[in-house]
DNA sequence: GCGTACGTTTTGATCGTTCAAATCCGCTCT
DNA sequence: AGAGCGGATTTGAACGATCAAAACGTACGC
């Protein structure tokens, strides 16, 4: 309580504006530079002097404007982040992934601004405007499809951007993602040293690059275990969600040799799946080993807890930032990509 | 693709610097406010030189820098959320609640910013560095507890801002919400609607607000409907979540007079009534009515899809932007509270 | 022909900050 | 005493836009 005195609070000098470098100047008889010094420089200014040009400080409970600073210094410290349309259907890992990214873009002096494509325009004039108008140093992309325009266009622009997730445009431009085929693979590892042998893959439809490289992973997965070559019949796909989830393991468990143990692409689909196996009497965790992915918010509430794939999105938002703050600062070096391994979350259902 | 090029590409007067009222005023032979005014008040600008200024302006691909625009108009035209910690377990809605918001604030020229308080400050410094600095405008609170700090000191301060959810602070403030006792109370009537006497309520724990008023909203929906006075027998409260959901089910379905239908506090929830449901052998959407709260994304993949009750969140978004920015603009009318209804969905689980 | 009015355009000042260069001051050295 | 120096501080200009007021024409009425 009593910290938040010194920030605006106290207006004695009329709370109607905020007092500006030139108040303080006028109350600790200086110039203004000099109260920029001391909040920007503060080894120039005798030690004297900036005693008493802090005491005005927080006595007024000055802060430098961030505009007036932005616009001296030509950069807005603004990242765009264009929030996917409610299409998409809900994305669970949102809430982390805006938290990881705000926490760390507040960390380097950034913030997020969010955006939206108005109905007319596109997305890509969407970007233009507000790289245009100054009013964000650079983007954060995710969900970009295969040939996503915004890639390109602000790549030939030398807008600073960093994809969250890979695209196969062939400009060079930095990206952060986490490596899925290696993630399926963990789970299936980790399914083989309990015993099972027969382990099936529940994905999505073939054609994204995120869903076919979990799918890879199940094939990595099974050929590292020393399981043999996978059994095509014991890999389903379907649209994402519980009803895949669950028609599919209704699938599974009716073949002559069923799997003991299956991995999904999504908790979604691993939901559906739990629901099928209680309703034929198959108990998960015990009979039936289920991994999921994304170690979404109900994972641990689910029964029995299931086990999760979960993307480390703290690490990718600072890895993000890190990239596009550096990018942004002119610091141009050669795009890079980086991989980041996600975590196998052990619970009951495994 | 044609259209982009008229914003900012085709940068023939060098690519390094984004041309300014300056430039375009050379370009046409003009003074820099005859093209300030092409652009905010064109009918003051004779029609000949304003195509004239126009077309510089459209060669040179200039926007006004917000920046600059912002300091002159001691306005940053950006609205402050603070994206809540991850600790809350995943807002479901998030996702939506934020695209709303975001979606409403350009309607009206506003962005939104994202930030988060770092760790050594807490939650109320957060916001006033942001006003402190002109960083923004006004603020979107949400999930504001009982007592939330925030308000106080906000409103205190004469600082817009605006409140989704309700708290039970005595200070004026603006605030949108939406009735969760009326929700409950229309899935009520849906099912007595259907033929249900016998209807049971699956909440959270006693003491949340919304909690609460979900829970009175099943007295008032089992009062309006003639269905008497309501048996507490038939209400379960415990945390959010899928266990509580199936836990709960499975105590009321061995009930000596167990209920045709249930109407839970949250999708979760009525997630682990489903489930419970299938393992009892007790099929939902014929022999037991469910109905779940917030109509969240996987709603219409669960078996069998699930009635929800979902929020109006693009009008909350709007309302809440509408309020604030009337604030903002010094409006200062008589604070006051917004209440949507919700809207039933209805699916096969009911 | 001159004052006035109006429509159009330009000039000056300002928003709050920082950079760059100039100034001031005390001190040493010759 | 005057030049030279270096630390501390101040002044001028700029960032890019807009507001307010001044200036410019041109046309009109008397």
């Known amino acids: 309580m009593a910290r938040h005195g010194r920030l605006i609070t106290s207006p004695r000098h009329g709370a109607g504006r905020a007092p500006t470098v030139n108040d303080v100047a006028e109350a600790a008889a200086v110039s203004r530079q000099t109260v920029s010094n001391v909040v920007n420089s503060p080894e120039r200014v005798h030690p004297q002097t900036r005693a008493r040009v802090q005491a005005a400080i927080d006595d007024l409970g000055y802060r430098p404007n961030r505009m007036a600073r932005n616009l001296q210094a030509r950069a807005s410290r603004l990242v765009g982040y264009r929030i996917p349309g409610g299409s998409s259907g809900g994305n669970p890992l949102l809430d982390r992934f805006l938290h990881a990214l705000t926490e760390a873009a507040r960390a380097d002096g950034y913030h997020l601004l969010l955006f939206t494509p108005d109905d007319e325009r596109d997305e890509v004039d ?166 999921g992915f994304d170690d979404s918010p109900v994972a641990p509430h689910l029964l029995p807890p299931l086990t999760s794939i979960r993307q480390p999105l703290e690490q990718v938002g600072r890895t993000i930032v890190g990239l596009l703050t550096a990018r ?20 009951q259902s495994s």
């Open 126 to 291: 969407a970007h233009a405007d507000l790289v245009a108008t100054g009013t964000v140093d650079g983007f954060v992309l995710s969900e970009t499809d295969y040939g996503d325009s915004r890639v390109s266009w602000l790549s030939e622009r030398g807008v600073p951007f960093v994809v969250f997730g890979r695209t196969n445009i062939d400009v060079p431009y930095s990206w952060v993602d986490v490596d899925g085929r290696t993630g399926v693979a963990s789970a299936v590892a980790h399914l083989a040293a309990r015993g099972h042998r027969r382990i099936a893959f529940i994905g999505w439809p073939e054609g994204s690059a995120t869903g076919d490289r979990r799918a890879e992973g199940w094939v990595t997965g099974l050929t590292d275990a020393g399981l043999g070559a996978p059994d095509p019949a014991l890999c389903v796909r379907g649209e994402d969600g519980p009803r895949t989830g669950a028609e599919a393991l209704d699938h599974l468990l009716r073949l002559a040799d069923p799997p003991t143990a299956v991995v999904t692409a999504s908790d979604l689909i691993a939901i559906g799946a739990l629901a099928a196996a209680r309703t034929r009497g198959v108990e998960a965790g015990a009979a039936l080993g289920v991994v």
């Open 328 to 347: 942004i600062a002119g610091a141009a070096p050669d795009p890079d990509g980086v991989l980041l391994t996600p975590e196998l979350v052990v619970r």
